[in-house]
């Protein structure tokens, strides 16, 4: 090894990037396209419809996931609500 | 009944033609009655790898179409008696296939063949797709590079979902990694992909690994398939895969830096 080898992989290796940068592509893309129902996107919408009529949250706030075991189905909803309370919209009686 | 196999990957110019002629070549140099099918209709090519575009008269699309019989449209190829070539249609627009019309041909075809191959277009369109729809083995050919190996495990998605196999719950198809392009020197130096690292995020069988080669580019300018030239790196990196895919264990080469000797290092070497 000379001395520029020494210098070069000291150095993030510009292939390491791509890997990791891949794995993390294609975890998201393969959930993404390959085990969800095709309602999921009407799922999510509809659902983000009736969570706005009582808080307002927006669209990144809320995902849904489909996850799939050997013999189960696990529908995964998680909404980040807004950190302070916010009035209600309408008021109630 | 003949073994359907389609050569796929979505991106564009990482070598299906010349993959799909080299082992339509291979398996037909080793006794097998193969046929070798251009899907991309429009921009055919095929015919030029193979040396054949002289003696195109009809095509895929007067097949289907009923124009001709099939006998009409396949060129047998003059250095191998088992070899036939089906070339795409050039000017005829991009819908002229028709599902029906290529399982009619290949049905067809699977009576006199052991082998049809099926070279995709790039991209997920409708020759892409009719291509891999009846296929039983995949080989998607993919180069160490972020946008090929994204294409790559898409199209994966796509042949697990949107083949017969998957639609009639049949055995899926059998999926193999081609990886072409590959320097093992670049590799070595951190700058391209490792076999291993593809492979660790395609989770695929390995077919083989073809080297970046002068070779291919002159296989193609002479229209031999690059199989046939018997002392090149990516020559007999194709017979490997050939032999691979027929199930005989053959170690891979061409993945590890060559050693260059003390002369080769004093006088420099290929490139």
């Not at chain 1, 000291?10 to 890997?19: D, E, G, M």
């Not at chain 2, 006998?71 to 089906?86: M, S, T, V, W």
């Not at chain 2, 490792?194 to 070779?215: C, R, T």
Request: charged letters at 30%; proline letters at 4%.
């Amino acid at each position: 090894m000379n001395l520029m080898d020494y210098f070069r992989s000291s150095r993030s290796k510009s292939a390491t990037i791509a890997k990791e940068r891949l794995q993390i592509l294609v975890a998201h893309e393969r959930r993404a396209a390959r085990h969800q129902p095709e309602y999921l996107p009407d799922l999510q919408r509809e659902l983000l419809a009736v969570i706005r009529k009582y808080v307002h949250v927006d669209q990144s706030a809320i995902t849904v996931n489909m996850e799939q075991d050997e013999n189960r189905e696990v529908l995964e909803l998680n909404i980040v609500l807004p950190d302070e309370p916010q009035p209600r919209r309408r008021n109630s009686r | 009944m003949a073994r359907i196999i389609v050569v796929t990957s979505g991106k564009g110019g990482v070598g299906k033609t010349t993959t799909s002629a080299a082992m339509a070549m291979g398996l037909a140099q080793r006794g097998h009655r193969t046929v070798v099918i251009d899907f991309d209709i429009g921009l055919r090519n095929l015919d030029l790898i193979m040396g054949c575009e002289r003696r195109v008269v009809y095509d895929f699309v007067n097949v289907i179409n009923e124009e001709v019989n099939l006998n009409q449209a396949l060129i047998k190829d003059k250095r191998c008696e088992n070899l036939f070539i089906l070339p795409a249609s050039q000017t005829r627009d991009k819908d002229a296939l028709t599902l029906e019309g290529v399982e009619r041909v290949l049905n067809e075809l699977s009576e006199t063949h052991d082998y049809i191959i099926c070279d995709s277009p790039a991209g997920i369109e409708r020759g892409a797709h009719l291509a891999m729809y009846f296929a039983d083995d995949a080989i998607v050919v993919t180069n160490p590079e972020v946008s090929s190996v994204r294409d790559s495990d898409r199209m994966l998605g796509i042949l697990a979902s949107k083949s017969r196999r998957a639609e009639n719950n049949q055995e899926p198809i059998r999926e193999y990694l081609l990886l072409t392009r590959y320097s093992p020197q670049r590799v070595k130096l951190g700058e391209m992909l490792s076999v291993d690292d593809v492979q660790e995020i395609l989770s695929l069988h390995l077919l083989g690994v073809i080297p970046e080669s002068k070779a291919v580019l002159n296989a193609s300018n002479s229209g031999n398939p690059v199989v046939l030239d018997e002392k090149s790196d990516a020559g007999q990196a194709y017979m490997d895969v050939v032999a691979r895919y027929l199930g005989e264990e053959v170690p891979h080469r061409f993945v590890e830096e060559e050693k260059k000797g003390l002369f080769g290092r004093w006088f420099g070497g290929k490139s």
